[in-house]
């Protein structure tokens, strides 16, 4: 949370999430799947790797 203005932060990140929630719940009702990478986490590309790796057997998987 930023220092200065925290009424204006709390009531942007809150939107801001329910913005999200409701984009996320139409992508689903269209026949999507949602995968959420936060910024932070572009920075590790071994993690990215593993992630789309898991991602990818656990489609697989189901298919299976």
Request: charged fraction near 45%.
């Given at each position: 949370?930023?220092?200065?203005r925290?009424?204006?932060?709390?009531?942007?990140?809150?939107?801001?999430?329910?913005?999200d929630?409701?984009?996320?719940?139409?992508?689903?009702?269209?026949?999507?799947?949602?995968?959420?990478?936060?910024e932070?986490?572009?920075?590790?590309?071994?993690?990215?790797?593993?992630?789309?790796?898991?991602?990818?057997?656990?489609?697989?998987?189901?298919?299976?």
């Amino acid at each position: 949370m930023p220092a200065t203005r925290e009424d204006f932060w709390r009531k942007k990140f809150a939107e801001n999430v329910e913005r999200d929630r409701r984009a996320q719940r139409d992508l689903r009702k269209d026949g999507w799947k949602v995968i959420v990478i936060w910024e932070c986490e572009t920075r590790n590309i071994d993690f990215l790797v593993g992630r789309a790796r898991r991602l990818q057997n656990a489609k697989r998987h189901k298919e299976a």
